[in-house]
């Protein structure tokens, strides 16, 4: 894989990644309007993000699993983080979301 390719593959994980990040956001932003469908939906939208994120990391998991030699480039970490963040950020909006929810109840 070439230098190019690894960026370019850094780059759709960071968008993607974002994406989803901002969408698990906007569902809290729905829940604190008491408006619990719409948060629903906001992070299914989020979720379809994440899978188009791991289909770019998983391209690179299974390169480098098949004995390509891979030189990571900063960038690539980079997005790695940004994917573990947005993750992060949805599992943490989706308990609030229900903690809202039940709490509304």
């Given amino acids: 894989m070439t230098k190019e390719e690894l960026y370019n593959l850094s780059f759709q994980l960071i968008l993607h990644s974002g994406n989803a990040r901002s969408l698990a956001m906007e569902a809290l932003y729905e829940a604190k ?10 992070l ?24 390509e030699s891979l030189e990571i480039p900063i960038i690539l970490v980079h997005a790695q983080d940004h994917l573990m963040t947005a ?7 989706k308990e609030i979301i229900d903690l809202r929810e039940e709490l509304q109840k």
Wanted: no cysteine; charged share 35%.
């Fill in 87 to 93: 993750m992060t950020v949805k599992d943490l909006a």
């Fill in 33 to 42: 309007e008491k408006n619990f469908e719409g948060a629903r939906e906001k």
């Fill in 44 to 67: 299914k939208e989020a979720d379809a993000a994440f899978v188009e994120a791991h289909h770019f990391q998983t391209e690179l998991i299974q390169k480098e699993s098949s004995g």
